[in-house]
Nanobody
Framework: QVQLVESGGGLVQPGGSLRLSCSASLSISSLYRMAWYRQAPGEPRELVASITRVLNLNYADSVRGRFTISEDNAKNTVYLQMKILNPEDTAVYYC???????????WGQGTQVTVSS
């Protein structure tokens, strides 16, 4: 069973920055796909950013240029650096992994990000 634990969420003012972390219970160096999703109240869950082997990066149009997904294999941690945050970025952010192409999907418990003055 894969366990994912997110951290780093909180309240930030518009224009501010946050870095989310996702600590995984397995080695991430060979995972097929890692990603961050988010879900705002009353909205469907949406992809924010993903890394798919081999290092294929993908970002939602709404965050491209402001958010950066990265990984630290030594720490088995995936990060989401978020800059120039705006109220529309307010959501619960979820970490996601798929260990291999045919494996199941695993989700973290989510971390709340609130952008408000």
């Amino acid at each position: 069973q894969v366990q994912l634990v997110e951290s780093g969420g909180g309240l930030v003012q518009p224009g501010g920055s946050l870095r989310l972390s996702c600590s995984a219970s397995l080695s991430i160096s060979s995972l097929y796909r890692m990603a961050w999703y988010r879900q705002a109240p009353g909205e469907p869950r949406e992809l924010v950013a993903s890394i798919t082997r081999v290092l294929n990066l993908n970002y939602a149009d709404s965050v491209r240029g402001r958010f950066t997904i990265s990984e630290d294999n030594a720490k088995n941690t995936v990060y989401l650096q978020m800059k120039i945050l705006n109220p529309e970025d307010t959501a619960v952010y979820y970490c996601y992994v798929r260990p291999s192409r045919l494996a199941g999907d695993y989700w973290g418990q989510g971390t709340q990000v609130t952008v408000s003055s």
